[in-house]
């Protein structure tokens, strides 16, 4: 098999798309694997109530 040579642009673009996807990733790193206020969380339970108790759905059912 012969490998084709990538043109200048073509090398430039691939250089920048890796370059840009690599900042990503450690921008998702740095700022998004964890929360940052911890005491902030609220249990899955919590969540559930709320969102399936009667007086939510009477206040969705209105708008």
């Known amino acids: 098999m012969k490998s084709k040579k990538l043109s ?3 090398r430039d ?3 920048i798309l890796v370059i840009k996807l690599c900042l990503l990733t450690l921008i ?3 700022y ?7 005491h902030m969380q609220v249990s899955p339970q919590q969540i559930q109530q709320q969102l399936l108790s ?3 759905l ?3 059912s209105t708008r």
């Open 28 to 30: 998702r790193h740095l």
């Open 13 to 15: 673009i691939l250089i």
């Open 58 to 60: 009477i206040q969705e």
């Open 32 to 38: 998004f694997s964890e929360p940052t206020a911890k």
């Open 54 to 56: 009667p007086s939510s």
């Open 8 to 10: 200048a642009l073509q």
